[in-house]
Nanobody
Framework: QVQLVESGGGLVQPGGSLRLSCAASGIIFSVYAMAWYRQAPGKLRELVAVISSGGSTNYADSVKGRFTISRDNAKNTVYLQMKSLKPEDTAVYYC?????????WGQGTQVTVSS
């Protein structure tokens, strides 16, 4: 079955950096678009960044210029490099993909930005 496993979250000070990873299995990774979402307490889950199978990227306005999504098809892994982190980036970050069978989500990884 499809599995997405996130890692790399943690506690970081404002202005700091983190890199999230999402390892995928059960899919032909190279043909799938991949996305990162986040959900802060009391808020709806929101799209952060998406990367197509061909490597095209799109970002939420709130993270443009600070976050970079990338993929390594040889490792079946998608990354989210986060820089200049702000307290408002605090959330659980989820990896996502989908096909005609449905949507697939990882378990999430907590990112906390605090001094």
């Amino acid at each position: 079955q499809v599995q997405l496993v996130e890692s790399g979250g943690g506690l970081v000070q404002p202005g700091g950096s983190l890199r999230l990873s999402c390892a995928a299995s059960g899919i032909i990774f190279s043909v799938y678009a991949m996305a990162w979402y986040r959900q802060a307490p009391g808020k709806l889950r929101e799209l952060v960044a998406v990367i197509s199978s061909g490597g095209s990227t799109n970002y939420a306005d709130s993270v443009k210029g600070r976050f970079t999504i990338s993929r390594d098809n040889a490792k079946n892994t998608v990354y989210l490099q986060m820089k200049s982190l702000k307290p408002e980036d605090t959330a659980v970050y989820y990896c996502n993909t989908g096909d005609i069978r449905g949507d697939y989500w990882g378990q999430g990884t907590q990112v906390t930005v605090s001094s």
